[in-house]
Structures are given as structure tokens and as C-alpha cells.
């Protein structure tokens, strides 16, 4: 048996994401997986301690990381079907690839299990993505092909971001305890999932409008992704133990008025 955690779709008819075995924490180690039309393959880079695969665009390329020594180190990789490329940035020990455009550019965060800054990867050039202020963790966890990047920050609380055109914005459900922003698309509808006291939400903004949504029952519902159709992707759990994956019905303008 095995819990899922859906990351990303393209279209309809293909989903990418990540599978842990149902065991004992800690020892859950993740493998990638790839769903075209309900037939799954399994993705795990050669000799790695687990992989993780987190974004896929139209072309079919896959981007992720693949953890070394116990999960202590990382790269990150393409992959296009038949082989792996992997990258590293400078002398940092993780290498955490989240997101990739139809370019081809990749997203993520890089530093150590202790502390992350963002990044944008285009072509061999790394530019480092990190709002104002001081954090101990940032991630970009999402690109579109506008070149509008989302991700999150931690210290105390965690909260989102939207970078585009050199400008932050912050991603924050009002009330919230926390919020993480972890998709985007080309229309510039941005999700993510808040906690809220011991629950939490998957949320959706677009132009400031935020609308809340949350899978029937479930104690937490983590969107991941959303696709050019609207079409949201994610996971969900009865008790932060198990997780199944979700693909939501598409979520449109109309949807913010």
C-alpha cells in the first residue's frame, strides 16, 4: 500500500507527483511517479536515498531532486524520459527543484536541511529569489510561462509569495497561522494551502480575491498545482498520516467574483 501526494498536471489526462509506502515514520522514503492516461510509471533516480519528482511541462520534461546520504544532500534533475540531467547550485549541499516553464527554466530552493534561499535556474545562470526581509527558509515552488514565480518563506510563521517583473507581493490568507503558495498558471490564478487553527485549506487568488476550498471531511487539503484549463491538483488527508491525491473540477474568473 502506499500514500500519494499529486504535485503537478499539464493536462487533463496526465498528472505527475510523489508516493510514500505506508511504514512507520521516519521511515518513509518518496518515489516519483508519472499517471498518462491512468497508467503509471515509477521514477526513481539510480542510486539516490529517494526522489522526488515536482513539475512537468508541456513537452513532456519532468524536473525534481533526488536526496543522497539519508536525504542530507540533493540535486536536482530534468528528466525527459530516457535519461537524467542533473544541476547543483555552487557549494550548497541541497539542490531542491520544484517547478519548471515550457522553456525549459526550473524554480526551487537551495542551501542545507538548516536553511534555503529561492531560485530561478535559466539556461546554466542561477538567480537567487528571496522577498524582503529575513528568513530561514525560502522556496520558489512554481513558474509560469510569463515569467511569474510563486513560492513561500519561513521563520515563525510561513507565509507566500508572488515575484514577477522584480516585485514581491505577499501570498497571505487573512487570519491565517500560516500560508504557502504552490502553483500559478498563465492566467495568473496562484494556489496554495493555509492553516488555520488545527485545520487546513487549499485557497485560490487571483487579483487579491482569495476563495477557500477544502475536500469533504478531510482535516487537510494541500493544493499543489494548477494547470492552463484551471484545474487544480493536490492532496488530502483524514489525520496528517495518510494522503490521496485530488484533481478539482477547473476554477475560473467567475469563480473570484
Known amino acids: 500500500m502506499c500514500q500519494v501526494r499529486e504535485k503537478l498536471l499539464c493536462r487533463a489526462s496526465i498528472l505527475l507527483g510523489t508516493w510514500w509506502e505506508i511504514?512507520?515514520?521516519p521511515f518513509r522514503v518518496p518515489?516519483?511517479?508519472?499517471?498518462?492516461?491512468?497508467?503509471?510509471?515509477?521514477?526513481?533516480?539510480?542510486g539516490a536515498y529517494d526522489t522526488l519528482t515536482n513539475g512537468i511541462n508541456d513537452s513532456g520534461t519532468i524536473v525534481g531532486y533526488a536526496e543522497f546520504s539519508g536525504g542530507t544532500t540533493a540535486l536536482g534533475f530534468f528528466y525527459d524520459g530516457v535519461s537524467y540531467t542533473t544541476f547543483h547550485r555552487g557549494n550548497n549541499s541541497g539542490t531542491y527543484a520544484l517547478a519548471i516553464d515550457n522553456a525549459g527554466d526550473a524554480a526551487?530552493?537551495?542551501?542545507?536541511?538548516g536553511e534555503t534561499i529561492g531560485f530561478e535556474l535559466r539556461g546554466n545562470h542561477f538567480k537567487s529569489l528571496s522577498p524582503p526581509g529575513s528568513y530561514v527558509y525560502v522556496y520558489a515552488t512554481a513558474i509560469n510561462n510569463l515569467g511569474e514565480v510563486v513560492g513561500w518563506t519561513a521563520t515563525s510563521v510561513e507565509n507566500g509569495f508572488a515575484y514577477k517583473n522584480g516585485k514581491y507581493?505577499?501570498?497571505?490568507?487573512?487570519g491565517a497561522n500560516d500560508t504557502e503558495a504552490h502553483g500559478v498558471n498563465d492566467g495568473g490564478v496562484i494556489v496554495g494551502w493555509y492553516l488555520m487553527g488545527s485545520s487546513v485549506y487549499g485557497f485560490a487568488v487571483m487579483k487579491g480575491k482569495y476563495v477557500s476550498f477544502g475536500y469533504p471531511g478531510a482535516a487537510g487539503t494541500l493544493p499543489s498545482g494548477i494547470n492552463?484549463?484551471?484545474?487544480?491538483?493536490g492532496s488530502y488527508t483524514f489525520d496528517?498520516?495518510?494522503?490521496h491525491g485530488f484533481v478539482t473540477s477547473p476554477i475560473t474568473a467567475e469563480d473570484f467574483q
Open 108 to 113: 526551487g530552493g537551495s542551501g542545507t536541511l
Open 31 to 46: 518515489h516519483g511517479f508519472l499517471s498518462v492516461n491512468g497508467v503509471f510509471s515509477y521514477l526513481d533516480y539510480p
Open 228 to 233: 492552463a484549463s484551471g484545474q487544480i491538483v
Open 240 to 243: 496528517f498520516s495518510t494522503y
Open 23 to 25: 511504514t512507520p515514520l
Open 169 to 174: 507581493q505577499t501570498i497571505s490568507v487573512s
